[in-house]
């Protein structure tokens, strides 16, 4: 049953009128090393690094521990994460990643090593990074506010490979000594996508898998790295199950979410299965389905 039809249902026009977004003004913001990213200290030992210039919204995080940190995800790779991450940590920091999308791994290539989800897509893309042609839609006209950092090109953009790489799975822990967070295994948003589980401070990183804003069901690419909305459909009933009363730290638009959230999303992938939902499509064919405070884009 469609409902209406637009341009785009990825990149809404005007999408920077809403910024900024009132949940930052509650958190600590923190110099940055690198002002195209804007840093918050969102607990006491967790920084939310944010690329607010960019329609993506993009947020990878650096959780300190009393031994060594864990930077969550390197953004889109347009400024210099590591300058960042460094200025706010003094010690070891790992690098890893919520999945291999090219907004989460821009920045891998400025770390000797990172840790990559055990799945051939994202070791494909460790490997080999993604060209030009990949990923120049996201250097549209409007896709950003802020100015570029000075000797990025947008005409170039590319995501370059890493230098070298590690995997993870399903159970392994990082311990950062006072924290853990353990690896799960999502696939659905993408087929290597992870959360991580803080099980002691009951807080659970979504990655993409759930955010405040349009989840993507829909993603195809000639790589293999496509969503599977039934995979997404049940991975969200057994995440939903298991971790609805933990706080959900998000990898776009805003870092916290309630758990019980989770809940919500599971039953709109069931109520998107039963096909009687409205939506909004666009010029590709793409379906929206919106609900209170995010929506779902399938094929
Ligand atoms: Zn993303």
């Known amino acids: 049953m469609t409902e209406n039809k637009v341009k785009n249902v990825i990149m809404p026009e005007e999408w920077f009128s809403v910024l900024p977004r009132r949940q930052y003004s509650y958190f ?65 920091i790992q690098v890893t990643h919520t999945h291999s999308h090219f907004d989460h791994i821009g920045g891998d290539w400025q770390f000797e090593e990172v840790f990559v989800p055990d799945h051939p897509v994202a070791i494909n893309r460790a490997r080999r990074g993604l060209d030009h042609e990949e990923v120049k839609d996201n250097m549209e006209a409007g896709s950003n506010w802020k100015p570029y950092p000075v000797g990025f090109d947008s005409n170039s953009y590319l995501i370059r490979p890493a230098n070298s790489f590690k995997t993870v799975k399903e159970g392994d822990v990082f311990n950062l000594g ?104 666009d010029d590709k064919g793409l379906k929206k389905y919106e609900f209170e405070d995010f929506a779902i884009v399938t094929k």
């Open 178 to 281: 006072n924290i853990r967070l353990e690896v799960l295994e999502t696939p659905g948003h993408s087929p290597d996508s992870l959360m991580y589980a803080d099980h002691e401070n009951k807080l659970l990183f979504t990655g993409d898998t759930f955010y405040p804003a349009t989840l993507y069901a829909h993603i195809e690419h000639s790589d293999g790295s496509d969503s599977s909305f039934e995979t997404y459909r049940k991975t969200m009933h057994r995440i939903a199950e298991q971790y609805s009363d933990y706080t959900l730290i998000t990898s776009h638009n805003e870092p916290f979410r309630p758990g019980i959230e989770l809940i919500k999303v599971a039953e709109a992938f069931d109520q998107i299965s039963e096909g009687s939902l409205t939506y909004i499509t």
């Open 28 to 92: 600590i913001r923190t110099e940055s090393a690198d002002s195209w990213f804007s840093v918050y200290r969102i607990k006491p030992d967790i920084y939310a690094i944010y690329e607010d210039g960019h329609f993506q919204e993009v947020i990878s995080y650096l959780i300190t521990g009393t031994e060594s940190a864990l930077l969550l995800d390197t953004g889109l790779g347009i400024g210099n994460i590591r300058k960042v991450v460094e200025s706010l940590y003094d010690g070891k």
